[in-house]
């Protein structure tokens, strides 16, 4: 069980095959046509869509912390709320290089759209786990 983004990068160092870290880094939005009680919860910091707005992909050596990952993040001028992490594994004790992450990132990038959060772990701006049913 994950308890912050500093557990889920330890995990990845102890796999048996090598990783690469897919981050789809997402913003909350209020839809167009929302509902004055939808932007009630929504001003009040529920709710609303989320709308990624960012992805990498990066061997976990490659990030030193989560505030370091932040950082990097702010860099590119997108905000985000939410950043959504799966892990692709290596084989035979060669990790998987960026261009076999392209395609697992686009499948990451529908799955949010179409609202199946639960099949990421999930982590706040701070590096708390979120959780989604």
Do not use: Y
């Amino acid at each position: 069980m994950l308890s912050s983004f500093q557990d889920l990068l330890a995990a990845a160092h102890r796999q048996a095959e090598p990783q690469r870290l897919l981050l789809v880094f997402a913003r909350a939005e209020l839809p167009d046509a929302a509902t004055a009680a939808q932007r009630e919860r929504f001003d009040a910091g529920e709710g609303g869509a989320l709308s990624p707005v960012l992805c990498v992909d990066k061997a976990p050596a490659e990030i030193a912390t989560f505030d370091a990952l932040v950082a990097e993040s702010a860099r590119t001028g997108m905000g985000w709320d939410v950043v959504f992490v799966a892990s692709l594994a290596g084989r035979a004790g060669t990790a998987p290089g960026p261009d076999e992450a392209a395609q697992p990132l686009r499948f990451m990038v529908n799955a949010i759209n179409q609202g199946r959060l639960a099949e990421f772990a999930a982590f706040d701006r701070l590096g708390n786990v979120l959780q989604f049913g």
